[in-house]
């Protein structure tokens, strides 16, 4: 099962828009939460990333927005460019263990001109 | 240049010949990890390592192998390769037991025929 939900699965924008990606999670154990950025051709890299114990964090054009009580957080691009047109995951992890990262399935943007 | 890098990065074969991929990584990282991408699925978790000769499952290790003889070394094995295993490959290193973000390969892309 899939237990980290992303959606939409794709999303087209025009350039100076805002593109906004959303992700939901049922394990409340789940202690940090990336996004990454693909190109093609390329592996993941991280974006950013936010940790439940604040709400927000902002990083330049890329804000996380995070809401506990939801099991939500979403990535937000302003001012999209076409050079952010990639494909973005987010993902969660439990720290401990195997501090393995459980991903979304993805969102590829297109931002055109 | 710190990086992780992965061969092949392209390989058609066909079933049941033995293939393995190798990743290096000039990090010093103690953790290393295979994913396996497919789409609709984003990124799913096939083994990782937390440090050399410490091997353990993820998410879907069904005909799959891995060993960790040294630090910077993580080959994928897949003794007896079958269509269902043809999928974008990725590795990925992280210090301090995965605690910090992971740096992905760029890929190798396996179709098994």
């Known amino acids: 099962q899939q237990q980290v939900k992303q959606s939409p699965q794709s999303l087209i924008v025009q350039k100076g828009g805002i593109s906004i990606i959303n992700c939901a999670y049922e394990n409340t154990a789940f202690d940090y939460f990336p996004w990454y950025q693909q190109f093609p051709g390329k592996g993941p890299a991280l974006l950013i990333a936010i940790r439940p114990d604040v709400s927000e964090k902002k990083e330049g054009r890329f804000t996380i927005s995070f809401n506990k009580s939801a099991k939500q957080f979403s990535l937000h691009i302003m001012d999209s460019q076409p050079g952010d047109s990639a494909t973005y995951f987010c993902?969660?992890?439990?720290?401990?263990?195997?501090?393995?990262?459980?991903f979304g399935t993805g969102t590829q943007l297109k931002v055109e001109l | 240049e710190a990086q992780v890098t992965q061969n092949p990065r392209y390989l058609i074969t066909v079933t049941g010949k033995k293939l393995t991929v190798t990743c290096s990584q000039n990090m010093n990282h103690e953790y290393m990890s295979w994913y396996r991408q497919d789409p609709g699925l984003g990124l799913r978790q096939i083994y990782y390592?937390?440090?050399?000769?410490?091997?353990d499952k993820g998410d879907v290790p069904e005909g799959y192998k891995v060993s960790r003889k040294e630090k910077r070394n993580f080959p994928l094995i897949l003794e007896s390769p079958s269509p269902n295993q043809t999928s974008l490959y990725f590795c990925?290193?992280?210090?301090?037991?995965?605690?910090?973000?992971?740096?992905f390969g760029d890929g190798t892309r396996l179709s098994i025929l």
């Open positions: 390592s937390m440090n050399v000769e410490v091997t």
């Open positions: 990925a290193s992280s210090l301090d037991r995965g605690r910090q973000p992971q740096h």
């Open positions: 993902a969660a992890r439990v720290t401990g263990g195997g501090n393995k990262l459980t």
